[in-house]
């Protein structure tokens, strides 16, 4: 089975410049999170969905970043503009509701470098 | 306030030799969740295991176990016999009730030499 799929995996832009990360959830997963890890603050949520409605964007960092999840199979998360400050590695994970698990299973992350 | 306290930022070990991770917790809710992830230097971060607050068997898979105790707030990982392939960052995280997020600790890197 595939796990969760994000794209790209490396991003390398410059200050001022429009990124876009992309993220397939496991199918049948209703639950979709967006993680930044960076060495400062470590691994921090920024926003969750649960079918494909936002229910908490209380840790996305400012009105420059923006997340959406037009259908079950597909989240985006832009910043724009982007700040060498973004640079991080961002995460996404999904989960399946319904079972008293509630484990999160992540994808291999995209890290951008923001110059 | 929820939090997740991994105290020991680096171990270093030889291959074969036991290793215990530590992972102290707190919360106020009675009814959490606490797991364990393992990061490997390619980057990924994945999962090893769920622990519900309602259930403190000890577990064992393999060469891993894990401590659970309420009366301590702690959740530790052992890594018994260890291999070079076990050299990545552990994070432990908690699972807040009424909002489904997870509180990650500040990770534990796990260095196991040859």
């Known amino acids: 089975d595939a796990g969760v799929i994000q794209s790209p995996r490396h991003e390398v832009t410059e200050m001022g410049q429009e990124v876009t990360l992309r993220c397939k959830p496991i199918s049948g997963h209703d639950y979709l999170f967006w993680y930044r890890q960076t060495m400062m603050r470590g691994l921090e949520l920024l926003i969750y969905?649960?079918?494909?409605?936002?229910?908490?964007d209380s840790g996305m960092p400012e009105d420059r970043f923006s997340a959406k999840m037009p259908n079950a199979s597909f989240s985006t998360l832009k910043i724009q503009p982007s700040e060498p400050r973004d640079s991080a590695v961002y995460f996404c994970?999904?989960?399946?509701?319904?079972?008293?698990?509630?484990?999160?299973?992540f994808g291999p992350g995209t890290r951008l470098t923001v110059l | 306030a929820q939090k997740v306290t991994q105290a020991q930022t680096e171990i270093s070990v030889v291959e074969k030799e036991d290793v215990t991770l530590d992972c102290v917790y707190e919360?106020?809710?009675?009814?959490?969740?606490l797991f364990w992830y393992k990061q490997p230097p390619s980057g990924e971060l994945v999962f090893l295991i769920r622990r519900n607050s309602f259930d403190e068997q000890n577990e064992i898979s393999g060469r891993y176990s894990w401590n659970f105790q309420k009366s301590t707030s702690s959740f530790n990982f052992t890594i018994t016999a260890s291999q070079v392939v076990d050299s990545a960052v552990y994070f432990c995280a908690l699972r807040e009730t009424d909002t489904d997020k997870l509180i990650f600790g500040t990770g534990t890197r796990l260095q196991v030499f040859p």
């Open positions: 994970a999904s989960r399946i509701s319904g079972r008293a698990s509630f484990e999160q299973f």
């Open positions: 919360t106020r809710d009675t009814t959490y969740y």
């Open positions: 969905f649960n079918n494909n409605v936002p229910i908490d």
